[in-house]
Nanobody, 122 residues
Framework: QVQLVESGGGLVQAGGSLRLSCAAS????????MGWFRQAPGKEREFVQA????????YYADSVKGRFTISRDNAKNTVFLQMNSLKPEDTAVYHC???????????????WGQGTQVTVSS
């Protein structure tokens, strides 16, 4: 079992930045692909970014490429999402997720956090 706890959400003006963190339980954090999904009101959940266990492979949604950066600190069991140049359309609940397989992560991660709200005002 892996437990995930997100933090760092909030209200920011368009063009601003936020950094989300996701702390994971467990001793084998580096064995898990990690990443983020988001869900806006009335919309389906959307993939944002993923990173492999070692951190050497990352995937980005086209909508955030060049603005968001995912990273991880395996010594601290934490994954980060640095969000720059935020737009009102980035407003959503952001969920951290994990899976032992990066391929599986991209379709249906096994573990999910509760989510943190990000609101971008225009």
């Amino acid at each position: 079992q892996v437990q995930l706890v997100e933090s760092g959400g909030g209200l920011v003006q368009a063009g601003g930045s936020l950094r989300l963190s996701c702390a994971a339980s467990g001793r084998t954090f580096s064995s898990y692909a990690m990443g983020w999904f988001r869900q806006a009101p009335g919309k389906e959940r959307e993939f944002v970014q993923a990173i492999s266990g070692s951190g050497d492979t990352t995937y980005y949604a086209d909508s955030v490429k060049g603005r968001f950066t995912i990273s991880r600190d395996n010594a601290k069991n934490t994954v980060f999402l640095q969000m720059n140049s935020l737009k009102p359309e980035d407003t959503a609940v952001y969920h951290c997720a994990a899976d032992r397989s990066l391929r599986q992560f991209m379709s249906a991660p096994a573990y999910w956090g509760q989510g943190t709200q990000v609101t971008v005002s225009s």
